[in-house]
T-cell receptor, first 112, second 115 residues
Framework: AQSVTQPDIHITVSEGASLELRCNYS??????LFWYVQSPGQGLQLLLK??????LVQGIKGFEAEFKRSQSSFNLRKPSVHWSDAAEYFC??????????FGAGTRLAVHP | GAVVSQHPSRVICKSGTSVKIECRSL??????MFWYRQFPKQSLMLMAT?????????EQGVEKDKFLINHASLTLSTLTVTSAHPEDSSFYIC???????????FGQGTRLTVV
């Protein structure tokens, strides 16, 4: 079955600390992988995506993610978190942009 | 990125009435639009996929007669929640794309409360 698992429901980090949000997927074909960010009451904004090629992808707002096929993972990282990064983060998988399957999300809180 | 606008952003309606949510692509032609539903503190669940000029394809478990989707033009899709009940209260989000292998852009969502 196709699925996305985000093991951490809620993460709290201090401003300036590094961040890693975990994402594991199960997908029958070559996956297209995405990370989205959602602020309260807002729609989703695409942070980055992986389709093929270099397994380390750079996104907006200083985020990056690494695709590890052997681990079926696509973890999101940021070296130094800003207070404005507090939001909900969703990992998603799909065959291209078709019918994205979303994880349950990780809520990030940032302490000053 | 491209802009997708949803209207209204919030709506409160009485139980038994119908409510329409609009999703517009402002600067591109959306051949496909997706409608999602999001419960509090949960992920997005795809409800249906609509292609311009065709009937929408609903996901398993989604009542097509309750959630009417119309995609009559390349810039507008509507979701009508018919005979709404309190359990229909949720956050509804649309996304739109211009082609098969192009990014889908999300609207800002509509918070529906049925009282």
């Amino acid at each position: 079955a196709q699925s996305v698992t985000q093991p951490d429901i809620h993460i709290t980090v201090s401003e300036g600390a590094s961040l890693e949000l975990r994402c594991n997927y199960s997908y029958g074909a070559t996956p297209y992988l995405f990370w989205y960010v959602q602020s309260p009451g807002q729609g989703l904004q695409l942070l980055l995506k992986y389709f093929s090629g270099d397994t380390l992808v750079q996104g907006i707002k200083g985020f990056e993610a690494e695709f590890k096929r052997s681990q079926s993972s696509f973890n999101l990282r940021k070296p130094s978190v800003h207070w404005s990064d507090a939001a909900e983060y969703f990992c998603a998988v799909g065959g291209g942009y078709n019918k994205l399957i979303f994880g349950a999300g990780t809520r990030l809180a940032v302490h000053p | 990125g491209a802009v997708v606008s949803q209207h209204p952003s919030r709506v409160i309606c009485k139980s038994g009435t119908s409510v329409k949510i609009e999703c517009r692509s402002l600067d591109f032609q959306a051949t496909t639009m997706f409608w999602y539903r999001q419960f509090p503190k949960q992920s997005l669940m795809l409800m249906a996929t609509s292609n311009e000029g065709s009937k929408a394809t609903y996901e398993q478990g989604v009542e097509k007669d309750k959630f009417l989707i119309n995609h009559a033009s390349l810039t507008l899709s509507t979701l009508t929640v018919t005979s709404a009940h309190p359990e229909d209260s949720s956050f509804y989000i649309c996304s739109a794309r211009s082609g098969i292998d192009t990014e889908a852009f999300f609207g800002q969502g509509t918070r529906l409360t049925v009282v």
